[in-house]
Structures are given as structure tokens and as C-alpha cells.
């Protein structure tokens, strides 16, 4: 049982030689591969050059068709804009702005010139309205505005290194006519503010707004007051600072407030001022609008891919029409 049991010698030989062969068979099987791709290649390579003047004819007509095809379409502008929204929250103005599109869609101009306040004609000549969000990263935002780095049409909510913009968003407009561009930015301020929600919210962030302006006051003439009163007392009081730093008078840490106050009085007035309305147009639609649909990009450039690859397969089928003929009868 032991000698039948003992490793025979010419096993591990054979093993050997058959995981030899194994490589061998691969490597030839992945030399005439390539061999073959090469080959294929250089057919490939020959083939175009014979039927290089047919190819050149057919794009040249794809070209051409796409020429007049451009001629005969309506040309439309891109612009955009960026509004803040002071009454709601910029998600909710984007899913809005997809009512718009919905009405431009299904040419149901009526609505729209309601609900823009706009002329029919003008409603017309809209070809699109996309909202995007304004995005930040969550650390410290984009300056010190903390206005939105930049905007995309979709986000990712799983996303945590970045955030929407609570107000800021853009809106990108594609017409038929750049001169609607105008009545179209009141038309959006007015769709963003004229509805039951946002100018209740917008009613009560100017109140909130003016009770802390009137607070900031009331603290400001609070540390006046103190401040007259410590000058005529005149104690040389100093309180020591956290961390060991310098020690400031209480005079002094009084004064650094009362500028502290004073700006924030600025701030909040500048918001009452510049953001009183439901919606604000930070940035309006350029005056430099730009042709969407460019002749080259959006005609030439896919007719000459779809005349290439039809006229290249055209061909192919006309060269083998024969074979394909014979095989489609053998079939039958």
C-alpha cells in the first residue's frame, strides 16, 4: 500500500509538459489575434482609400443638405440669469420653472402670457426655461457673499460636500427672437413673487427684518449710553481676555461693539433695500446672446458623421450585394 500510494515521478512530468503546451496554444491564439486585427486594419485602411472619392461625395452632400436645412430653421438665442429668490426657497422656484416649460411645450401660450404677464407673441417666440440650482461647498461657501461657486441643472443630493443655494438660482432661456428677453425677466420676477405663499413670506421677512433693525438700534443707544457714562465716571477698569491675549479697556471692548452694531444695522438695511421684493434679478440677461443651434455644431458637424458611416456602410452592402444576395436564396 505504500509503494502505491508514492508519487510517480513521470506525473509531475507530464504536468509540466501539458501546463508547457497550454501556454503555448495561448500564446499562439493571442499572436494570431492581433495578426488578424492587424490585418482587418489594414483592409479597413485600404478600402477607404479606394472608395475615398465616393466617401468624399456623400459627405459632401450630407453637408450640403444640412446647409439648407440650416437656412430653412428657426434660429434660437441662449442667455441666462441669475435671480434671487427672497421669499421661498430656490428648489421650489426651479420645480416652478418646470410649469413653464411644460405650457411652452404644449404651446399653450394663453397660460403663459397669465401667468408672465407677457404678450401672447412674446410667449411664442420661448423656446425653453431651464432652472439651475446655485451649488457651494459647505465649507465657508464661495467668498464672503457666500454666492453659489456654480450652478448645474441636476444635483446630487447625495452629495455632501456640496449645497444648494437658498435663494440664488440661474435661469437659462432659449427664444426664437432676442428682443423678448426684456419683457421676459419681469415676467419671471413676477411669476417667482405672484403667488399666495411667497408674498406671505416675503410680508413677514420684511417684518422680521425691520423688528431687528429696531433691536440694533434700541442696543445701539444702549452701549452710547454706557459709553457716556464710563466717560464721565472715568474708571480705568481692564478686563483680561480668554487665551492670555492682550487686555483691552472696557472702554475700548465698548466702542469695538458699538461698531460691531453699526455694521450689522448697515447689513440688515442694505437686505431691506436691495432684496425687498419677492425676487431679485442679480444678474440680468446678456445683451451678447449667442446662435443655440450653430451651423456647425448642431448641423454640419452630425450630418458629416451620418454621412460617412451611411455611405460607408452603403457601399459595403453594394460591394457585397452579390454574397448577400446569394446567401438570403440559399436561406429561402
Known sequence: MTQLNQPNPNDQSNKEVDLLEIMQYC?????????????GLIACLIYLIRKFL??????????????????????????????????????????????????????????????????????????????YYGVMHRMGGSGMNNLP??????FDWQDTSLEISSNYFMVKALVY???????????????????????????????????QIDNTKREIEAVQQAIQSYGLNNKPITI??????????????????????????????RSNALFLAPATMLSDFSKTYRVANGLIKNYVAPALVASF?????GLLLWDNRKKIGAAVCKKA
Open 27 to 39: 500564446f499562439r491564439a493571442i499572436k494570431a489575434f492581433f495578426i488578424w486585427l492587424w490585418d
Open 54 to 131: 465616393w466617401l468624399a461625395l456623400i459627405c459632401l452632400a450630407g453637408m450640403a443638405l444640412a446647409v439648407v436645412l440650416y437656412t430653412n430653421a428657426p434660429k434660437y438665442y441662449a442667455s441666462s440669469a441669475i435671480i434671487s429668490s427672497n421669499s421661498m426657497e430656490s428648489s421650489i422656484v426651479i420645480s416652478k420653472l418646470e410649469n413653464i416649460n411644460y405650457l411652452l411645450n404644449h404651446k399653450n401660450y394663453g397660460e403663459l402670457t397669465a401667468l408672465l404677464g407677457i404678450s401672447e407673441s412674446d410667449a411664442a417666440n420661448i423656446k425653453s426655461l431651464t432652472g
Open 149 to 154: 461657486v456654480h450652478y448645474i441643472k441636476e
Open 177 to 211: 427672437n432676442e428682443e423678448v428677453y426684456p419683457a421676459l425677466s419681469q415676467g419671471l420676477l413676477r411669476y417667482v413673487g405672484n403667488n399666495a405663499f411667497g408674498l406671505q413670506a416675503n410680508t413677514l421677512r420684511e417684518e422680521q427684518i425691520k423688528s
Open 240 to 269: 483680561p481676555m480668554i487665551g492670555g491675549e492682550k487686555q483691552k479697556s472696557e472702554l475700548v471692548q465698548m466702542q469695538e461693539m458699538l461698531s460691531r452694531l453699526y455694521q450689522h444695522q448697515q447689513a440688515l438695511e
Open 309 to 313: 458611416v451611411l455611405g460607408l456602410a
